[in-house]
């Protein structure tokens, strides 16, 4: 089975510009997450998406950040505009169902804004 | 969620066991202990999960005495490819998925 994709795997943009991150989830996963490590920092908690629903969205910084999940495939979350503090390390999860179910996570995108 | 206390560092040899002991002294009742590797540039793995007593599957342990306050990652006899850096997380059920990473325990396997 493949696992979760992320695309791009580095990507180095100016302050100001914009972003969007892909994130191919494991066939038939309906949970799909977004966490990230900001530099220095920990792992933390973004969103999360149950199908194409956000079931939380919670750890979401400020409203530079969309994320979308159409047809509850893949999801693209965008960063509009981008900031020196968003770069950083974002990684997609997903998994079969919530509760004790672990999750699998891809390499992740290391986002370097200048 | 619990809050999680671990070494943050260890060092080992190749072939030994090692013991990676994870404090979470305000575990809740529905809460599950997980762990998770992570290698550099590479996303967190999953590892063993447990809620109380002893779990093992193909690759660790996981200790868990009767307070729960605690838990104990066992490998046994690591090789060099288990450097990495290994995470406890301690949640409930119904928001397992919101999981809070601490600094993790970075372990060295040396030859």
């Known amino acids: 089975e493949a696992g979760v994709t992320q695309f791009p795997s580095h990507s180095v ?4 510009q914009t972003v969007t991150l892909r994130c191919d989830p494991i066939s038939g996963h309906d949970n799909l997450y977004w966490y990230r490590r900001v530099m220095g920092k920990e792992i933390k908690f973004l969103l999360h998406f149950v199908k194409e629903s ?7 910084p400020n409203n530079r950040f969309l994320a979308e999940r159409t047809g509850g495939t893949y999801s ?4 509009q505009p981008a900031e020196l503090e968003d770069s950083g390390v974002y990684f997609c999860a997903s998994s079969p169902r ?4 672990p999750l699998h996570f891809g390499n992740g995108t290391r986002l370097t804004v200048t | 969620l619990a809050k999680t206390t671990q070494p943050i560092s260890m060092d080992s040899y190749e072939g030994q066991e090692v013991n990676i002991t994870c404090s979470h002294n305000n ?3 529905n809460d599950y202990i997980t762990w998770y590797q992570q290698f550099p540039s590479q996303g967190p793995r999953f590892i063993i999960q447990g809620y109380k007593t002893k779990v093992t599957n193909e690759v660790a342990s996981l200790f868990i005495p009767a307070d729960r306050k605690s838990s104990t990652l066992s490998l046994p ?6 450097t990495a850096v290994y995470y406890c997380l301690v949640g409930d059920v119904d928001s397992s998925y919101k999981l809070i990473f601490g600094s993790g325990t970075r372990l060295l396997v040396r030859p």
């Open chain 1, 13 to 16: 943009i100016e302050k100001g």
């Open chain 2, 27 to 29: 575990i809740a009742t």
């Open chain 1, 76 to 79: 693209t979350l965008k960063v």
């Open chain 1, 98 to 101: 919530q509760g004790s179910s």
């Open chain 2, 77 to 82: 006899r690591v090789s060099l490819s288990d």
């Open chain 1, 54 to 60: 956000k079931q939380d969205e919670s750890g979401m």
